[in-house]
């Protein structure tokens, strides 16, 4: 039965109908952070996103894979795989900066491993967290030593230099 599951989601993941699409500037990667915004509120009580701002997890597609799986008998693994994949089109879809916030838990590695380098990529991404994606990959590159480049540690440094803090801040406080 699950093998049937896997094929349909996987099918579905590929079409059109699997919508993860944003405006531009307004994709939001959420890493081990709830999106109900109860760990954002804590882990980050300056930042306040905007309305039209869209995690992954709020968007359509992500609300139909989410009730297939309820409906769905998937292992862990397999729901994991799946929304791994989502994700990374997710990714690939955003455009303009793409605001990331991180927490501390098991996606972190998924962020580290994949979903940054898949962000480093996608040319229509022109910044993440008002840090220009050059910026970013040279900051990220600055040890030279590939092995320390995307250490958990180094992506968090990264993402709160102070222009992203400043900006979010400012962002926070109603203010451009």
């Known amino acids: 039965m699950s093998k049937e599951w896997n094929e349909y989601i996987s099918q579905f993941l590929a079409s059109d109908k ?3 699409r944003t405006k ?16 954002l509120r804590r882990a ?10 869209m995690p992954y997890e709020n968007t359509p597609g992500a609300r139909a894979l989410g009730s297939i799986y309820e409906t769905a008998k998937l292992s862990p693994e397999d729901m994991k795989r799946h929304t791994d994949e989502a994700r990374l089109r997710f990714i690939s879809q955003a455009s303009g900066n793409l ?13 580290l491993r994949e979903e940054i380098p898949r962000a480093l990529m996608n040319e229509r991404i022109s910044s ?5 994606a050059k910026q970013f990959r040279l900051a990220l590159e600055a040890d030279k030593d590939p092995a320390k480049a995307l250490t958990h540690q180094r992506v968090l440094d990264v993402l709160s230099g102070k222009e992203a803090v400043a900006h979010l801040l400012c962002q926070g406080n109603g203010l451009k």
């Open 128 to 132: 993440i967290n008002h840090i220009e």
């Open 44 to 53: 980050f009580p300056n930042v306040r996103l905007q309305s039209d701002q």
């Open 24 to 39: 531009t500037d307004k994709a939001v990667l959420l890493s081990d952070l709830d999106p109900s915004y109860e760990d």
């Open 99 to 111: 605001t990331v916030l991180v927490g501390s838990g098991e996606r972190v590695s998924t962020l």
């Open 18 to 20: 699997f919508n993860v």
